[in-house]
């Protein structure tokens, strides 16, 4: 079978990447064929893909169901073998090899075309969500991985060149408002196994168990740093309701109330979270803050 790269993969890293992004996707059927090789796999039908990764559906030597992601080394992914060990399949999907030096990950196979996104009711798949997510935050975070007290503490330092870029007085009176939150908890960072990015997309239906993570970024610190990504996506559901910041808190006090976090403390690291994606924009030439980021921080101040 010869592997396609499809063609929304390859412009996705060319947006990020440019010409090295180009080059890595010209490359990946050559790195497919290497581990479809070195490790007995055989194709089971068409490749799937997100942003960043290719996801090979395969058949093992022994003959049982897996998937091969081929993905780029970064600061994100650079350790999600780590953390995909440290939960051993509880609540993830199972690590069945890794190449640390490529990046490269062989996986048992979920049903890709079926995540929690799929649910109607938004309320059902975060209860879901929140399950998931304290099982995965119940543990300690093994050695190697990026810490939440650095990475915090360099959003704080990069705050005041960020005010610099936002002309309207209310985005930096938000922003100063979200690193001030931050500030409180920065010295207690944490020491538990997150996810980072776990949103309804990246739970998907399992046989082993309903439903199970996938696409960890692990990171080092606080379970309430793990909250923002499903509060911010479904984001139509919640306007859907008439009253957003009604329907973030109660999405807020749901997960809180799950995993057992004090609220004052899980809102301070959730404003965190909104400072890290603003920061981004910023970065990235945005001039004013998203509108998702300015509603998230009004709704949680009561929480404060």
């Not at 649910?119 to 093994?142: H, V, Y």
């Not at 690291?269 to 890290?276: H, K």
Request: aromatic share 4%; glycine share 8%.
């Amino acid at each position: 079978m010869r592997i396609v790269v499809p063609e929304a993969l390859t412009a996705s890293h060319v947006k990020w990447d440019g010409e090295a992004g180009r080059a890595w996707s010209a490359g990946l059927p050559a790195l497919a064929e290497r581990y479809l090789e070195e490790w007995e796999l055989r194709p089971d039908g068409e490749p799937g893909h997100g942003v960043v990764s290719l996801v090979l559906p395969v058949i093992r030597a022994d003959g049982t169901q897996a998937a091969l992601k081929l993905q780029p080394v970064n600061d994100e992914n650079a350790t999600e073998a780590v953390g995909l060990r440290a939960w051993d399949g509880d609540g993830a999907v199972r690590l069945l090899a890794a190449d640390p030096a490529t990046g490269t990950l062989l996986l048992e196979r979920l049903h890709a075309e079926r995540s929690l996104s799929a649910l109607p009711d938004d309320l059902a798949a975060l209860e879901i969500l929140t399950a998931l997510l304290a099982r995965l935050t119940g543990r300690p975070a093994p050695s190697g991985l990026r810490r939440l007290a650095d990475i915090a503490q360099g959003m704080l330092d990069d705050v005041d060149q960020a005010l610099t870029a936002l002309p309207r007085e209310p985005d930096r009176r938000l922003l100063r408002h979200c690193a001030g939150a931050l500030a409180e908890v920065v010295a207690e960072p944490g020491d538990r196994l997150l996810h980072w990015d776990l949103h309804y997309d990246n739970v998907l239906a399992a046989d082993r168990e309903p439903w199970l993570a996938i696409d960890p970024k692990p990171l080092a610190g606080d379970p309430g740093f793990d909250l923002l990504p499903a509060l911010h996506n479904r984001w139509d559901d919640l306007v859907a309701t008439g009253d957003v910041g009604r329907a973030v808190l109660r999405r807020f006090d749901l997960m809180t109330a799950g995993l057992g976090l004090d609220p004052g403390r899980a809102a301070r690291w959730t404003l965190g979270r909104v400072l890290q994606n603003a920061l981004w924009d910023v970065k990235a030439g945005a001039d004013h803050l998203a509108e998702t980021h300015v509603a998230l921080a009004t709704a949680l101040r009561p929480r404060l």
